[in-house]
């Protein structure tokens, strides 16, 4: 496909959802607090390896809730609301961490990544209610390429302001960036419909079929294909984070250095620039499952090739398959659980996916990390049978539907026809 073919592809994108892209890029630039707090727990703040572990873990426990409850929060109150007062809350709180004692710190850290769970899933909702079907796994593909951006350059930059200034100018900055996207959104976004709620059907003024709990389970039993997918990325993502836990320490155990790592990491994030967006457009046409299967396979795929060994050509070779499954089932499955939401409950849909997409999150590197001291031989191939297992579920749940009558293109929740129209 040609360089008009690729920029055809993305056509039906509202020029709002560029300019969303646009900020989350420059969020991502700034996020450092991810990458470096372990660092700043057991340096500056003089928490032990086991204590700094614990607060990480309670801080992964809060971005997993928020990804689960922003979606809620917007289906309710509006998403372009939820995600400007999370944004803001988020900033405030990120500044104020340096100034914090340890121990009111501890307790602080969780609230900063629960509000960065409820922008991710908020951001997600706002995205699918303004892109017309059809032309949401390109709008997914923008925004992940602009994000994966940001965070090929954070790191690096992030390095340099803690080595020659401070690690509480990392907080400051990224409290800075986070309250940016929020004054960017409101700029952006536009308010009118900021208040009009997703209709709610009038059989369920109770929530029943619009914000109860129950309902959305309702909802979730009529697509048992759905279900299938949600539980495949909830086995997968754990597989994916060994990436960030124990494969680091698996290089280091066979004598590659932190720098080997980073230029895999580093590998990795090229890779999804260079592909992500072609990617979308090429197969934007293909029947989501299918593509979604097959990019879990190859991350079972990925971590099977660590069995030939420890070499940095097995590494580079395990980063390029993972990257490209990365890039298959990431942005496909959310634009799926987009198009397959009910109308009153997009929001909630985006948060079920978004909470299940990071839950390795907090059980990926403390399972992995006890199988590989107890049984390091075992993990990858273990790694591998689980990702391509989940990859097999959903290429059955594909067969499954495979004769079903497809489903006509629904235009941007609630804007009609005009997809540049956001509720907020």
Same mark, same amino acid.
């Given at each position: ?8 592809g993305f056509k039906d $994108? ?6 969303? *892209? ?12 991810? !990458? ?24 992964? $426990? ?22 400007? &007062? ?12 340096? %100034? ?16 960065? +769970? ?6 997600? /909702? ?12 390109? &709008? ?19 390095? %340099? ?35 009009? #709620?997703?209709? !709610?059907? *009038?059989?369920?003024?109770? +929530? ?16 048992? /294909? ?6 495949? $990325? ?17 290089? /280091? ?6 720098? &080997?790592?980073?230029?895999? @990491? ?12 072609? =990617? ?7 029947? *989501? ?22 070499? @940095?050509?097995?590494? !580079? ?9 990365? $890039?298959?089932? #990431? ?20 948060? %079920? ?16 990390? *006890? ?15 689980? =990702?391509?297992?989940a990859g097999g579920a !959903?290429?059955?749940?594909? =067969?499954?539907? +495979? ?19 956001? &509720?907020?």
């Open positions: 496909m040609g360089d008009t073919g690729v920029l055809q $994108i509202p020029r709002v959802v560029w300019l969303l *892209a646009a900020g989350v890029f420059v969020n991502a630039v700034v996020s450092f607090t991810f !990458v470096f707090v372990f660092l700043y727990l057991t340096g500056p703040r003089g928490l032990s390896a086991a204590e700094a572990g614990l607060v990480s873990g309670i801080a992964g $426990i809060g971005l997993v809730v928020g990804n689960f409850t922003g979606g809620w929060y917007g289906d309710r109150f509006g998403h372009r609301r939820v995600l400007l &007062a999370a944004a803001t809350l988020g900033g405030l709180a990120l500044m104020a961490l340096p %100034l914090l004692p340890t121990p009111l710190l501890c307790a602080a850290l969780p609230v900063a990544e629960y509000t960065a +769970g409820v922008i991710r899933a908020a951001n997600s /909702a706002l995205i699918a209610v303004t892109v017309p079907e059809g032309a949401r796994r390109q &709008a997914f593909a923008v925004v992940r390429c602009a994000s994966n951006g940001g965070f090929t350059l954070g790191p690096p930059l992030g390095a %340099l302001v803690a080595t020659g200034f401070s690690y509480d100018w990392l907080f400051v900055g990224d409290g800075i960036g986070t309250l940016f996207f929020a004054f960017w959104t409101a700029r952006v976004v536009p308010a009118r419909g900021a208040t009009r #709620k997703t209709a !709610v059907p *009038a059989a369920a003024p109770d +929530g029943g079929q619009g914000r109860g709990g129950h309902g959305v389970w309702r909802e979730l039993r009529a697509r048992p /294909a759905l279900l299938v997918l949600l539980g495949a $990325i909830l086995v997968a993502d754990v597989v994916y984070r060994q990436q960030y836990s124990t494969f680091p320490v698996f290089l /280091a155990d066979h004598g590659l250095d932190a720098r &080997a790592f980073g230029l895999v @990491i580093a590998l990795n994030g090229g890779v999804i620039l260079l592909l992500e967006l072609p =990617a979308a457009v090429a197969l934007r046409k293909r029947p *989501a499952l299918a593509v979604v299967g097959t990019g879990l396979v190859l991350v079972g795929a990925a971590y099977g090739a660590l069995l030939l060994g420890a070499g @940095i050509a097995t590494a !580079v070779v395990m980063m390029v398959l993972l990257s490209l499954g990365e $890039i298959l089932y #990431k942005t496909t499955a959310t634009a799926y659980v987009a198009d397959e939401a009910p109308e009153h409950a997009i929001g909630r849909f985006q948060s %079920l996916y978004a909470g299940v997409s990071v839950s390795g999150v907090v059980l990926g590197p403390s399972l992995g990390g *006890a199988l590989y001291s107890a049984a390091p031989g075992l993990l990858w191939p273990l790694c591998a049978v689980l =990702a391509a297992g !959903v290429l059955w749940a594909h =067969a499954r539907q +495979g004769r079903r009558a497809p489903r006509p293109a629904r235009p941007a929740h609630e804007t009609g026809s005009q997809p540049k129209a956001v &509720a907020g």
